[in-house]
DNA sequence: TGCACATCTGCAGAACTGTTCATATGTCGA
DNA sequence: TCGACATATGAACAGTTCTGCAGATGTGCA
């Protein structure tokens, strides 16, 4: 790392870098919106997420429907719980979980109808 | 004792995960998702992509930006070319790049949108 | 009360990711 | 053509993340 400011860094266009900065979000926000995107980052959770998207489901049915071991299951869990984004309900041995976060449903929801649209398009290049 | 059905899998409400697999996306595009998630899923990706919602920025501008090394910048771009999320175009020593994917920056912008909102709302955790 | 079940948790190894350092490539100006 | 510059790339190392395992917790039923 080295000096933002002063010595080192030569800009090109040292205006637009300027305004790019005020209009850059504060690190804190930057890093918990990197968060987000990074627990839909991960194949597993994101079809975890996809499978609660219709509604609650309990651990071993969603253990099936991602193929993951009940264990792996449960610990995905763990992590989209601790952050806020999916919430648990237990009913007797049985624990419920479902989409707890508006925003993140907004963008799974976004991602799957993307994912229709491109379908099979995987242009070489 | 153990398995009454044949694979060892009890389904608390095999209907739910029948018509959940049934809308399911395929594998690949669930794996595709989730890499886009995941590339927005670094702090420092994303500011890079911030950075260039209003228009093409060249390394060394990024890398003030983002307060990376300008090796660290350029294997981050590199990265996120490879995914056609950014596109780069030389002009003389120059390397400038712009965003080059409409779903990431739809995707970008509205994170930061969101950012705006959710503000200093900091629930513990 | 005791047992079976569903889920949770800590731990340790494996796999992945991002950074730096060193060096390579390509461009411009003298 | 040479040297300075901007960027790119490869290798290696450090930090993080995911998984399975083993055991813990909590619930319902006989």
Known sequence: MQGLD????????PERVASVNDRMPAEDAIVDTADVFSLLGDPRRLKLLVALLDGELCVCDLAAVTGLSESATSHALRLLRAHRVVAARRDGRNAFYRLDDAHVRMLVDLAVAHT??????????
């Open 6 to 13: 002063e010595c080192a860094v030569r800009l090109v266009d």
């Open 116 to 125: 229709e649209h491109t379908d099979a398009i995987h242009p070489e290049r």
